[in-house]
């Protein structure tokens, strides 16, 4: 069983950076974690994935450039770095996890976070 609590989410102005957090109780090392986001009225989106020893990463082409994810499993935290921050990113943002022979796609995800918000202001 994995529990994972997003933060790090809130109001920034288009061109800034971000970095969110997920925190993960029990231990991570056999998961692959992802990102995803939702905006109001639109379906869930991947944006990201992370192997379970942090050297293999997938992130889809919508963000491709302006996100890094990243993962430290002594503090059992993944963190998603968003730059250049649009409107258009504005939604909340799930962290999630999987299985790691499940591979780095949107797919299989098992555990969920509760999401934080992120508001980018133009």
């Known amino acids: 069983q994995v529990e994972l609590v997003e933060s790090g989410g809130g109001l920034v102005q288009a061109g800034d950076s971000l970095r969110l957090s997920c925190a993960a109780s029990?231990?991570?090392?056999?998961?692959?974690m992802g990102w995803f986001r939702q905006a109001p009225g639109k379906e869930r989106e991947f944006l990201a994935a992370?192997?379970?020893?942090?050297?293999?990463?997938n992130s889809a082409d919508s963000v491709k450039g302006r996100i890094t994810i990243s993962r430290d499993d002594a503090k059992n935290t993944v963190y998603l770095q968003m730059n250049s921050l649009k409107s258009e990113d504005t939604a909340v943002y799930y962290c999630a996890a999987k299985w790691s022979s499940y591979g780095l796609g949107p797919d299989d995800y098992i555990y969920w976070g509760q999401g934080t918000q992120v508001t980018v202001s133009s």
């Open positions: 992370i192997n379970w020893s942090g050297g293999n990463t």
């Open positions: 029990g231990r991570t090392f056999a998961y692959t």
